[in-house]
């Protein structure tokens, strides 16, 4: 409706009876309301891109002056020249009555996008962080939402299995922009201006799902939940819509006059096969799989030495060079050096020292070690030979154990080392109900607590908790260890975390692409302004939540430093127990989205932009191909890239060879050497056009709904 009242008010300037007539049928129409949710779509979003360079025919704002606390000049204007040696534009007002052209510089110009125009993404990569060996990347995007949405319906089209998000509750507390306003409580549209911002980039993230076996899950409060229900019914009609009540803060958020708010509520929409998955207890106790706890104790007061941990367990675990155990020593008294202990021929003598070489004890004596390991309840995992404990050692806890000899658990095999391999028995678990009273879903201890060991002296409002937001992903792609996972409203990044603590508890393989802006807080923008920064400026991006919050929190969950190079202090806690410090062995990437000139992708100009959004879609693992090769061909890990027709032979050749590949790029304007080469690749391999299938693809992906 708003977009007619637009176009009712251009009618009313060039013929007043005409406006006037249009506006009237209107109304008449607008008042018979069919049952459901109704909303105004508004007028497109639009984005500010202080980061892009100004060309010729972009659509900009005029900034304020610097250091001006007043909001600027928000009419849109064409970039009708560029005056390179004196930095200047020249500019011509857009839909307007009269012309209106002024001449400003180019650094008090901003680029503006908006939602309905045709975009040509690309990425430009800000940093990785590598310890997952050959494992896929997680990937953090910086970006306007809707646009890096858009882009990945170039690379992950149909392929995603789970989105969860937790968008801008509406709080009126400026938690969110609309059209670069805060919205206020007090706005007479905020409600529809919301559902037009989440209507427009459910449809998108609609693409992305796999129809055949998907789940999106979005978290919510009691100030948009009924509209959200009905938001998605409309939205996913073809899907199943469960929604879970979810207690956040036991003790309630105390409100004047009012109930104290304990709970949020979780909406998960099922589509094609996908069903629920089943737990043993109310705290998620490892899925089918029993689960083990690391043998070295963790908390500072089981030091060597210190009263709660006694004399008697610290002492060494002979592990031979297969990873097995040979024997279970004797305790050395404190103050005695742990390299007097006996040494065993062809064993390394394992204790529990950290990372930093603080010596800590075993969770249990000698002896109680020895009788659980003569029962196979005792597991060697990794070899960690560069750090002062050589061997990973866990063990069953009494609960565990219990569950094995009392019937709860079955073995069904053993590990190489001897230890047991333990599942509960299907018949044991049980559906999950749809209220959780969970205490590892505790908003402050799993998710604010937790965010200030990582990042000390840094705060973000409200985080998940890690576990909360791992235990809603368990039920849908526990048995999927190749599972993708979208957020695009990643915040603080917790939802790539859990993905994380999913992948170390069963040794999958599953990778989360997570999408943020690098906005910064409103508390904030008021002293950045007065001290004459502006958005774009580094000494203002530093600060947005993207590089100070988002990026910092996956390398430090992935490294087990915070961002000042120290250990993180603390435990993982539920189901997967063990110090923050060791970190994960996964890998991650950051990218920043780019805007690319269509020509110059037609003209395979902006290829190194283009190039991170090929090794996307091929998977984001191994190698990238980020420069156009001299020979006209490249194979890598995971696909290939053939960008002179005339060498295809030795590029199917290659890829012929390489059995890992799935996507073979192909770059060409001919149709018919496109479909020679496409019949010659093996079976199972992917063949793309480019840039064919990107222009079309974002060329098809353009366009705004209105009422």
Not at 129 to 155: C, M, W
Not at 569 to 580: A, S, V
């Amino acid at each position: 409706m708003s977009r007619l009242t637009d176009l009712i008010a251009k009618a009313k300037a060039k013929d007043p009876q005409l406006g006037a007539d249009l506006d009237r049928e209107i109304k008449v129409l607008s008042s018979r309301l069919p049952f459901g949710l109704n909303f105004e779509r508004h007028s497109p979003e639009v984005v500010e891109l202080p980061l892009r360079p100004i060309r010729k025919g972009d659509k900009v704002r005029v900034l304020p002056e610097r250091g001006s606390p007043k909001k600027g000049d928000q009419r849109l204007w064409q970039v009708k020249a560029i005056n390179k040696s004196k930095k200047t534009a020249d500019l011509e007002l857009l839909d307007a009555a009269d012309v209106e052209t002024q001449t400003v510089a180019l650094n008090d110009l901003v680029v503006i996008a908006e939602f309905r125009d045709t975009i040509w993404p690309g990425l430009v990569s800000t940093g990785k962080v590598q310890r997952g060996g050959d494992k896929p990347f997680h990937s953090v995007i910086n970006g306007e939402n809707y646009h890096v949405l858009k882009a990945l319906t170039y690379t992950h089209r149909g392929k995603v299995d789970a989105i969860y998000i937790d968008p801008p509750y509406n709080s009126g507390a400026k938690d969110w922009k609309y059209n670069n306003d805060y919205v206020e409580k007090d706005d007479l549209y905020r409600h529809s201006k919301w559902l037009a911002f989440m209507e427009r980039r459910l449809l998108v993230a609609k693409e992305l799902l796999n129809p055949a076996d998907s789940v999106l899950i979005i978290t919510i409060d009691e100030k948009e939940y009924l509209r959200l229900g009905l938001l998605l019914e409309q939205v996913f009609p073809e899907a199943s819509i469960e929604m879970v009540t979810s207690v956040v803060n036991p003790r309630g958020r105390h409100r004047p006059r009012r109930f104290a708010r304990s709970d949020e509520y979780i909406f998960f929409v099922l589509f094609g096969n996908a069903t629920v998955g089943q737990e043993l207890d109310p705290d998620f106790a490892g899925g089918s799989q029993v689960p083990w706890r690391t043998l070295r104790r963790s908390d500072a007061a089981s030091a060597r030495g210190k009263p709660k941990g006694g004399t008697a367990q610290f002492y060494p675990i002979y592990v031979n060079s297969n990873g097995e155990i040979e024997e279970i020593g004797t305790p050395l008294p404190h103050g005695i050096p742990r390299n007097t202990a006996p040494e065993r021929e062809n064993c390394v003598a394992v204790f529990p020292i950290r990372d930093s070489g603080l010596e800590m004890n075993w969770g249990l004596t000698s002896s109680a070690l020895k009788a659980i390991h003569a029962k196979g309840y005792v597991r060697v995992g990794r070899s960690t030979p560069n750090k002062p404990q050589k061997w990973e050692i866990s063990y069953l806890t009494s609960g565990k154990i219990d569950d094995i000899e009392g019937g709860r658990a079955t073995i069904v095999g053993h590990n190489s080392d001897g230890s047991v391999k333990a599942e509960y028995i299907a018949d044991k678990l049980k559906t999950p109900t749809s209220t959780w009273m969970r205490i590892s879903h505790n908003a402050e201890t799993g998710g604010t607590n937790l965010l200030k060991a990582l990042l000390p002296d840094r705060r973000f409002p409200f985080p998940k908790s890690l576990y909360a937001v791992e235990d809603a992903l368990r039920f849908f792609i526990s048995a999927k260890k190749n599972a993708v996972v979208v957020d695009f409203f990643s915040g603080s990044g917790t939802t790539a975390h859990a993905v994380m603590r999913l992948n170390k508890q069963d040794g999958g393989r599953r990778q989360c692409i997570s999408v943020t802006n690098n906005e910064v807080a409103a508390s904030e923008q008021k002293q950045l302004r007065e001290q004459g920064l502006r958005p774009g400026d580094p000494e203002w991006e530093k600060w947005g939540i993207c590089d100070y919050i988002t990026k910092p929190r996956v390398q430090a969950a992935i490294t087990g430093k915070t961002p000042e190079g120290e250990p993180i202090d603390g435990d993982y806690k539920f189901i997967d127990e063990f110090p923050m410090s060791e970190g994960f062995e996964e890998n991650a990437e950051f990218f920043t989205l780019t805007y690319e000139a269509e020509k110059s992708v037609s003209y395979n100009l902006a290829y190194a932009r283009i190039a991170p959004l090929l090794w996307l879609r091929a998977g984001a693992r191994g190698k990238r191909i980020d420069t156009l090769p001299a020979e006209g061909w490249v194979v890598t890990d995971a696909y290939g890239l053939l960008s002179a027709v005339d060498q295809a032979t030795p590029f199917i050749d290659a890829i012929s060879d390489a059995s890992e590949v799935r996507v073979a790029f192909i770059v060409t304007d001919d149709d018919r050497h496109f479909q020679a080469i496409t019949r010659r690749l093996p079976k199972g391999v992917e063949p793309v056009r480019l840039y064919e299938s990107y222009l079309t693809n974002f060329s098809f992906t353009s366009g705004e709904l209105t009422e």
